[in-house]
């Protein structure tokens, strides 16, 4: 267990750093909305959750280490949570998409 890999090679979803529109069904976009990018020849595809199909899943904050823990146990799906930094010029990472049913269950067991 104590050797368990720390990279972790979760799925991510991005939280916008502009407006955009899904390709897919053409909504609308705000910043800080949540996409998935499809890699398309030199640029990406933004496809909204519903998209995705990934509009059942729920979102968890980065900041509580237990329930994060958690959540990531339980959840058999779990995409990481990125947004463009202009700042930093990198990728920051600010939480994870994870199942209702996991949230839930972590956030009972860490009280
Ligand atoms: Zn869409």
């Not at 509009?55 to 958690?70: E, F, Y």
Request: with cysteine; charged share 30%; glycine share 2%.
């Amino acid at each position: 267990m104590a050797a368990e890999a720390e990279k972790s090679k979760d799925p991510s979803v991005f939280a916008l750093s502009r407006s955009s529109r899904c390709f897919g069904c053409d909504k609308k976009l705000a910043v800080n909305d949540l996409v998935q990018l499809e890699p398309k020849d030199d640029d990406n595809e933004v496809y909204c959750l519903t998209c995705a199909k990934l509009d059942h899943l729920q979102v968890l904050r980065s900041g509580n280490a237990k329930i994060t823990r958690l959540a990531k146990k339980y959840s058999q799906t779990r995409f990481l949570i990125m947004k463009w930094s202009d700042t930093w010029k990198c990728y920051e990472r600010q939480g994870l998409l994870v199942e209702a049913a996991a949230l839930e269950r972590a956030r009972k067991e860490s009280v």
